[in-house]
Nanobody, 123 residues
Framework: QVQLVESGGGVVQAGGSLKLSCAAS????????MAWYRQAPGSQREMVAV???????KYADSVKGRFTISRDNAKNQVALQVNSVTPEDTAVYYC?????????????????WGQGTQVIVSS
């Protein structure tokens, strides 16, 4: 029913920046806590950032100070600003609605996964 669509990925040099966007069809994202995840090659998917309905944010230690999650309720979108990237940030990035706002442990997701958007950081 709900289709998640991530966009904004691409190839970026180490130290550079990128802004990822999350949109969904058929639902109001403002009614949900939302999270960004990433899955590096050969690794499990991990939550990197979460934002509550009210705008409270939390980050994984690996991205704290470099990534910023935000929401634009008027556009029904959630963004992830990715700054000062390193090669270890290379991954496919996904978004999803979540039932809580903790990073550890991550809360359960609500919807099927989208295709994600790939970020490749070159050195």
């Amino acid at each position: 029913q709900v289709q998640l669509v991530e966009s904004g990925g691409g190839v970026v040099q180490a130290g550079g920046s990128l802004k990822l966007s999350c949109a969904a069809s058929g639902t109001d994202l403002s009614l949900n806590h939302m999270a960004w995840y990433r899955q590096a090659p050969g690794s499990q998917r991990e939550m990197v950032a979460v934002i509550s309905i009210g705008g409270y944010t939390k980050y994984a230690d690996s991205v704290k100070g470099r990534f910023t999650i935000s929401r634009d309720n008027a556009k029904n979108q959630v963004a992830l600003q990715v700054n000062s990237v390193t090669p270890e940030d290379t991954a496919v990035y996904y978004c999803n609605a979540v039932r809580g706002v903790t990073i550890v442990p991550p809360a359960a997701t609500k919807w099927d996964w989208g295709q994600g958007t790939q970020v490749i950081v070159s050195s």
